[in-house]
């Protein structure tokens, strides 16, 4: 999506440990009408998906994910982190390793609002070394939900997430994918 | 909002301790189109306020705060719970009491983000207690911008947030407001 790579390339900042920030338009500030042209382009990339349900991570990726669902007119489920208290009854879950904190977390969704016959659309804001994205399919399995892919705004195509779910026949669709960061510059994969 | 009322008591249930889950539609899996919709609502009860900026808390609130900045066509800014480790830079802060979890937590934005010149609209999914806007109030404040106001989807009538806040004179909006629950009723405030 060329207006993401623009906006990436005059927004985003590079800070030591390839750490791009976006936080001025995608996961802090969001540029709302913007995040619904993203929408729009997640729509039409899985228009004819018979997706039932887009599945995201809180927080960052739930400005994406309720973009994706607009425009498909489906509901958004957004996985909640850290612990259950604000989840009752039955709960599908998977661990997630999170290597920029070092750590452990699980990712929950009320199993009421997984069923077998949802066709489901994981969504986020980045894609990195694949974690968060490998626990959702965990997750979408437990409920016996079919899997059609993942929407990714940003993906750091020099980390190896993309590659492995790939591997795995995960039909993968970023927006934007970074080939290569310098302290100064930015190269996207096409 | 008498579509929200609607969705509110066919689909919303009640926990003991005056809990009303609303996941089905609000702040966990998210109806996106209904969504938009409440958002429509805000962005028509604040057309003529000269809105530049929606802010509001991680994670719940950021579905509606981005329907929100979507029909007003402003940038959503979404405050960070807890730590600070995703926020570097000058930061405004404020510390923000929690009483279903009984714990202080703080909310934090860059201060980049939000300017003197801003006219900033709160928006959240629930108004109770009203300590998480009254800290979104202070971060304003520390940033010398003006608050226009606060947009709410479901605001617990019988919890006293929402006379607090309109004491100090702050608008508050709110597209449904319960005035009573009981285990199998809810009747709301015209």
């Known amino acids: 999506m060329k207006a993401l790579e623009d906006k990436i390339l005059r927004e985003g900042t590079i800070l030591p440990g390839n750490i791009l920030k976006v936080g ?98 994981i969504v986020d804001d980045f894609l990195a070394n694949g974690k968060a994205i490998l626990g959702l399919t965990e997750v979408i399995e437990q409920a016996g939900a079919t899997l059609v892919g993942a929407a990714i705004a940003i993906e750091k195509g020099f980390q190896k997430g993309g590659e492995e779910l790939r591997n795995r026949n995960i039909r993968i669709e970023s927006l934007a994918i970074i080939e290569s960061m310098t302290d100064t510059d930015i190269t996207f994969r096409h």
């Open 24 to 121: 001025s338009f995608l996961n802090h500030q969001i540029d709302a009408d913007f995040m619904m042209e993203i929408g729009q382009e997640i729509g039409r990339l899985f228009a004819n998906d018979g997706v039932t349900k887009v599945l995201t991570i809180e927080a960052s990726g739930i400005a994406v994910a309720l973009a994706a669902g607009a425009a498909l007119h489906v509901p958004m489920l957004f996985a909640k982190k850290h612990n259950t208290s604000n989840i009752s009854g039955e709960i599908y879950q998977a661990k997630v390793h999170s290597y920029t904190h070092n750590t452990d977390y699980h990712v929950a969704v009320e199993a009421q609002f997984l069923k077998p016959t949802d066709r489901v659309l």
